[in-house]
């Protein structure tokens, strides 16, 4: 039938408008009306320039017994800290846009926290909950109270590190509904323990060559609107994400298996994307219609990160269990959960623990991390600083339309993300010339991202001498090309 319709020939016809329609083959019938050539491919792009030089620093002694499963962004020793500022070995001073990924949030070796940790050290280093508690996990639990409340019978569970919290929050999810299930978003970190690992979707490295990994986890999209099919429309996105979750309630895992649904309402190691609200207001409808708990892990955007206490207070959704962590204790290791009482009582005694959760030091810092952050506004000061870099980095985008594509934020969590114009590696490279001018920054996420995290604390100059490095940084590596 099509050899009756359609008579095909090897011809070579010339270039005219349509002609793309017989670029191999010449086909007997016109091209419709009107038709055009498509535009020429853009012209590759020139090469990255070479990398600068990377700082380095006397190395003391033992270094090299490392094991070389850390990867780091720099070359040379930590001497000193303070503020948003650290030192190498060789006195070299660097302004700190990563701190300890988010964790000192009131800035390096603040001296009431100082003085806080080394007074607790005197009176108590360690008292294991299993054996008795100790005044200052008492006194943090009635503080934290006063500024994130889930439930009028809110119950506190204490750990040590991001990734603990997580297994602590998937195991009281299961001993309080009886269910097994877990669904969990693309784009997520939630840690590298086997557990945490099989819930995180970041980047596959994170997963690579540790198979099998824990079973019963469902992966659900993520509103990530500027890599979505609806960009720069959050309630399509939303929308759309919200419906393939409904189906996998009715395909994969239905809600009688599934004990919770775990996400980040600010994605960290993903890309520093904020979740729609309409997104995270759907998603606890579709939680309380379907009797599954709600999770949010707020190890990265907690403790003030975001402008707020939490990010969740960003929008009127409430999580049924709240995870937070990082910069609870000011680089002191200490995370956990929060839930209602009414799930607790469901967790079986005895059967979760650890050794070093809610360690005395750790809560002592914690204390005054927050006293420091509440009394001197670095929750408002946050915020400032997070409009006046956003308004810098929108700027930039003004000046490389074709390679930065999106600017986002909530408070002093920001991203800024380059197209699929620019080559692999442009968002590394952009960090390596910010570390030659004296600026620690960090990647983000499987595409081309740049996040800034510097401490709550830091100045309107500090911003100012951040944003020119960056400006210079990227002009290093864009201004010859777009």
């Excluded at 800290?81 to 846009?97: C, I, N, P, Q, R």
């Excluded at 999580?319 to 990082?326: A, M, R």
């Excluded at 929750?379 to 400032?384: I, M, P, S, Y």
Aim: charged letters at 20%.
């Amino acid at each position: 039938m099509l050899a009756s319709t359609f008579r095909i020939s090897r011809a070579v016809l010339p270039r005219a408008p349509g002609a793309v329609y017989a670029k191999r083959y010449a086909v007997s019938v016109a091209p419709p009306a009107g038709a055009k050539d498509p535009p020429p491919p853009p012209q590759p792009l020139p090469a990255l320039p070479p990398a600068p030089p990377k700082p380095t620093s006397p190395a003391p002694p033992g270094l090299e017994l490392l094991s070389p499963v850390w990867t780091r962004i720099t070359d040379f020793t930590i001497d000193k800290a303070e503020g948003a500022w650290v030192w190498s070995t060789d006195g070299k001073k660097y302004l700190d846009f990563v701190a300890g990924i988010a964790t000192v949030s009131a800035g390096h070796c603040h001296p009431k926290i100082v003085k806080a940790a080394s007074e607790q050290l005197g009176k108590l280093v360690h008292g294991q909950l299993n054996v008795a508690t100790h005044k200052p996990i008492a006194a943090l639990m009635n503080r934290m109270k006063d500024f994130v409340k889930l439930s009028e019978t809110d119950r506190y569970f204490f750990t040590n590190s991001g990734a603990e919290a997580i297994e602590a929050s998937i195991k009281l999810a299961r001993h309080a509904t009886g269910k097994t299930n877990i669904i969990t978003f693309e784009g997520s970190f939630h840690g590298r323990t086997v557990g945490t690992m099989s819930l995180t979707n970041s980047k596959s490295i994170y997963r690579r060559g540790y198979q099998p990994l824990m079973p019963g986890v469902f992966v659900a999209p993520f509103p990530y609107t500027y890599r979505s099919q609806n960009r720069g429309d959050e309630n399509a996105c939303s929308a759309w994400c919200l419906k393939k979750i409904e189906d996998m309630l009715k395909m994969q895992t239905a809600p009688e298996d599934t004990a919770a649904i775990l996400i980040e309402p600010v994605l960290g190691e993903g890309g520093y994307v904020p979740a729609p609200a309409a997104f995270l207001k759907g998603l606890r409808k579709l939680c309380d219609e379907n009797n599954i708990l709600l999770i949010f892990d707020e190890i990265q955007s907690g403790i003030g990160r975001t402008g707020k206490w939490f990010a969740f207070q960003h929008h009127d959704v409430v999580p049924d269990i709240l995870t937070f962590g990082k910069g609870l204790a000011n680089g002191l290791p200490l995370s956990g959960l929060i839930a209602r009482e009414e799930l607790h009582k469901k967790w079986v005694p005895g059967s979760h623990g650890g050794t070093f959760g809610g360690n005395a030091v750790a809560c002592a810092a914690a204390l005054a991390t927050i006293d420091y952050l509440k009394a001197d506004y670095m929750l408002e000061n946050a915020q400032r600083r997070g409009v006046q870099l956003v308004s810098a980095l929108e700027r930039l985008k003004v000046k490389y339309p074709i390679a930065i594509g999106e600017v986002r934020s909530k408070g002093l969590m920001v991203a800024i993300e380059f197209t699929d114009r620019v080559h692999k590696g442009t968002a590394n490279l952009i960090t390596q010339f910010a570390l030659s001018h004296g600026m620690l920054l960090m990647t983000s996420g499987a595409f081309e991202v740049i996040r800034f995290m510097p401490p709550l604390t830091v100045t309107e100059e500090e911003m100012k001498t951040a944003i020119n490095w960056f400006e210079k940084s990227v002009d290093a590596v864009l201004g010859t090309k777009f």
